[in-house]
């Protein structure tokens, strides 16, 4: 019966379009093609519409109106040129519908108005397209796709995202997309962390992305280019549950896993690069159930719709966009039936079928009616409002297990703007929302206080045995083998041994202030230069004795040996002095860039000390290793040139010797490993003070156990023979004039 019906309607419309005056509109329609084939669904949703507005006996009752399309495949160029052919050689038409694509849009509506023709896209979403000037006769249904900009800052001030990265294809369309967003973004506290641009592969400007550390991407593309950005971030391991891509709406349902030949990615890789992102664009049906001036609500729309004889498989890509297409017939209706009365109320000899391409006045007719109509459709409310988009609805989505999941809708229909969130919809993670960069925390490096009581207790006991020496030097000063090695020089070493240990306390790292680092210096420099000076010049001595015999009938004193001490110690100074005053030592903080780590995923630990530095260590340090080098060097020499000196209580020559000996391996291992472990400052710490500890224990040990040996044995100070190699006439037992007094 109802089959029956609609042959009878059809028939009725048949016989009544033999008759009735045509309107003739060209659709431009992007059936196939890689940015946006849109076409597919839209053309079952108007053909619905031509036949509803054909049967409605309301509107433009005396004329039939038909549409003929072209596939102008998303192509800027090719829909120019096929528009020209049509408008040469079809006849007249009466408005253009379309572009789909803005790209074409762009093109064919900067022409159309110089053939008088009024142009009207139900999908082209370029913010561009809003300019009167460049696009004179130009209107459309789609909110564009800045209109999203809102929904997409709220939606990371949602989650507490305050860095983000945005990559677009290089279109005018999609810049002033993001030129949008990025103005909206600097009136918050959100940073744009980087702003990428590509022509053909995205594969580059995606590894700037991931070098930035970017985590939210804002993008602006068509869908191939979608794809290709995916597959990029793939490739460069920018994926996965802490990167977080922002797409539009309008690209097909299953955008990222559909059209992959020619890309280098599996459909399985490209679900894995598309998962949680997230897709902002407008709720293109209408949210209010209301009948509009189809008479159709939106479900009621998509009930018929699907049962289309035109709509297909392909049709299902693009659905949503049913609705606007559908509407865009009825408006255009409208406006022509508007012209219509118009012409009539004017008293145009034309009727509106007449019009021809040089009819300016009946086109600026069409332009007005079409600025004038609104109306309600399966869409939602549709009018033109000359400088101002709707403010429709955006819907939320997220890709969640491989598809497209609606999660809410932002409501920037109302004042104040909010989310509308589906409860539990969105599936983060380990129900952990990602970060918006890296989170870097700062850890400072102490020395482990084990390492540091270790050797602060060893250097303890060093002074300790030091101040032993010394009592022992005070108590046996007149036993004849302590009277015989200097004990006053001796006592001097011991100082020196001690300012050394005390090096131990003052920490390397995880200084607090700067007398830190210059007392540690002082210490290290003026107790390195008291005891080998002390050694040196007690050998200096015996060398004196030995190789001259005029000195044999003189004293040298042990003052005497002290001014050579102080000159040593005087020429450290003033090097230490001239530092301090050109550039003295701060506390810095330096980045151990070797030790960082990650905590989980994207928590990254930044290991740190605060260690002493002078801008100029370098020139400073040599004069010091010059003296002190040359101190070890001639005490060397010395101990040397008197080895032969066989009187142990006078002569330590073999003793020094081997401290040298100690000093100048530790010293040698100790500058390697300090070279090795550059920015193991802690480690270095470790190795320094044991170096120093051992280094000056030794001497110690060395310089100090024969005498106690010798005085516990009593071991006269005069035993032993001059064996010098040289005939000295040296009589041991007047050595005390030449030892200390
Ligand atoms: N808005 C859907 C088609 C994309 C474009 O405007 O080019």
Same mark, same amino acid.
């Given at each position: 019966m109802l089959r029956s019906y609609y042959l009878l309607l059809t028939l009725i419309t048949c016989i009544l379009s033999l008759y009735a005056k045509e309107l003739r509109l060209l659709g431009l329609l992007p059936m196939t093609g890689d940015g946006w084939s849109g076409g597919v669904s839209c053309l079952p949703a108007l053909q619905m519409a031509l036949d509803d507005v054909n049967n409605n006996g309301a509107i433009l009752r005396d004329y039939n109106l038909t549409y003929n399309w072209i596939d102008t495949k998303c192509n800027e160029g090719l829909s120019v040129y096929k528009l020209f052919e049509s408008l040469h050689n079809d006849p007249t038409y009466h408005m253009v519908l379309g572009a789909g694509c803005s790209v074409e849009s762009e093109a064919t509506s900067q022409v159309s108005h110089l053939w008088n023709l009024t142009q009207f896209s139900y999908g082209s979403s370029s913010p561009i397209l809003s300019d009167r000037k460049r696009f004179p006769k130009f209107f459309r249904l789609s909110l564009p796709d800045q209109k999203h900009n809102p929904a997409r800052i709220d939606l990371m001030k949602e989650f507490k995202w305050k860095k983000v990265a945005t990559i677009n294809q290089a279109l005018e369309f999609f810049s002033s997309v993001m030129d949008d967003f990025v103005k909206r973004v600097q009136q918050t506290n959100i940073t744009i962390i980087s702003q990428e641009i590509f022509t053909s592969s995205p594969l580059t400007r995606v590894r700037n992305l991931k070098n930035h550390d970017a985590r939210i991407i804002m993008t602006a593309m068509y869908e191939d280019k979608a794809r290709e950005t995916l597959c990029a971030a793939y490739k460069v391991g920018l994926y996965g549950p802490k990167i977080v891509w922002v797409f539009v709406g309008w690209f097909s349902t299953t955008f990222w896993k559909v059209? %992959?030949?020619? %890309?280098?990615?599996?459909e399985a890789e490209m679900i894995k690069a598309a998962e949680g992102s997230f897709i902002t664009g407008p709720v293109y049906s209408n949210p209010v159930e209301e009948r509009g001036i189809a008479n159709l609500t939106a479900s009621e729309f998509a009930k018929r719709y699907y049962i289309q004889p035109g709509y297909n498989e392909a049709s299902k890509n693009y659905d949503s966009f049913a609705y606007q297409c559908y509407d865009h017939i009825w408006v255009v209706a409208m406006a022509l039936d508007c012209a219509d009365k118009r012409l009539q109320e004017l008293g145009y000899t034309k009727s509106l079928d007449m019009f021809e391409y040089e009819d300016h006045d009946i086109n600026e007719i069409i332009f007005q009616c079409m600025g004038n109509t609104s109306l309600t459709g399966v869409s939602g409310r549709v009018f033109f409002t000359s400088g101002a988009d709707p403010n429709r609805i955006v819907k939320i989505e997220r890709i969640q297990d491989g598809a497209r999941q609606t999660v809410g809708l932002y409501r920037q229909d109302k004042n104040p703007k909010y989310f509308e969130w589906i409860e539990g919809a969105i599936k983060w993670k380990d129900g952990v929302i990602p970060r918006d960069s890296t989170y870097i925390t700062f850890e400072e490096k102490e020395i482990p206080m084990g390492l540091y009581i270790t050797m602060t207790s060893l250097a303890s006991l060093g002074i300790c045995l030091a101040i032993t020496f010394f009592i022992f030097n005070i108590m046996y000063r007149h036993n004849s083998y302590v009277k015989m090695s200097s004990p006053n020089i001796n006592n001097v070493l011991l100082f020196g041994c001690i300012l050394c240990y005390s090096t131990v306390f003052f920490k390397t790292v995880y200084v607090e202030n700067e007398i830190n680092c210059k007392i540690r210096l002082v210490c290290f420099s003026i107790g390195f230069t008291i005891t080998f000076g002390a050694l040196f010049s007690k050998t200096w001595r015996i060398y004196r004795i030995f190789t001259n015999k005029q000195l044999l009938k003189r004293t040298i004193k042990d003052y005497q040996l002290l001014v050579i001490i102080g000159i040593f110690v005087v020429l450290v100074s003033v090097v230490l002095i001239i530092w301090e005053y050109i550039e003295p030592h701060k506390v810095v903080t330096q980045f151990l860039d070797r030790e960082v780590y990650m905590i989980g995923n994207d928590a990254e630990v930044r290991p740190f000390v605060r260690v002493c530095h002078s801008e100029y260590s370098d020139y400073f340090q040599w004069p010091l290793y010059v003296v002190e080098g040359g101190l070890l060097t001639f005490g060397a020499f010395l101990a040397w040139e008197t080895r032969n000196v066989k009187i142990q209580a006078l002569n330590d020559s073999h003793e020094i010797g081997l401290c040298i000996y100690n000093v100048v391996i530790l010293s040698a291992v100790g500058l390697t490993l300090s070279l090795l472990l550059k920015d193991q400052e802690v480690l270095m710490y470790g190795i320094t003070s044991g170096f120093l500890i051992i280094g000056t224990f030794l001497t110690q040990a060395v310089i100090f156990v024969p005498k106690v040996h010798a005085v516990r044995h009593k071991v006269s100070g005069t035993n032993g023979a001059v064996a010098t190699g040289i005939n000295t006439g040296f009589n041991p037992s007047s050595s005390h004039q030449h030892g200390a007094e």
């Open positions: 059209d %992959l030949e020619g %890309l280098d990615c599996t």
